[in-house]
């Protein structure tokens, strides 16, 4: 019984993650940048009285353009879609 119970561990430990190839470097870079993006809509919103036009209007554009568009965008985005990888193609004379 012991034995299977360890190869059941060496097994989940061999599988590999689907989201492995998944991240790229530049989904890191977008999800970067709609943090800053998060950041300033947020500083934005402190900034001034309460019902300054910059935390009235300004801040919850930015702030809808990060939640809605940056930061799903680089979740969603294939590393296929930043740059185009052309096929190995060997030719054999």
Known sequence: M???KRNLKEVKKN???PFK???DKN???LITIGLVV???GYIFMALGNWDSFISLSISPIILLIAYVIIIPLSIL???SVFF???AN???KD
């Open 84 to 86: 185009k990888k052309k």
């Open 89 to 91: 193609v060997s030719s």
């Open 27 to 29: 989904n890191y870079f």
């Open 15 to 17: 599988v590999p993650s």
């Open 38 to 40: 998060l950041t300033l």
């Open 77 to 79: 985005l294939k590393s």
């Open 21 to 23: 190839d998944y991240w």
């Open 2 to 4: 012991p034995k299977a």
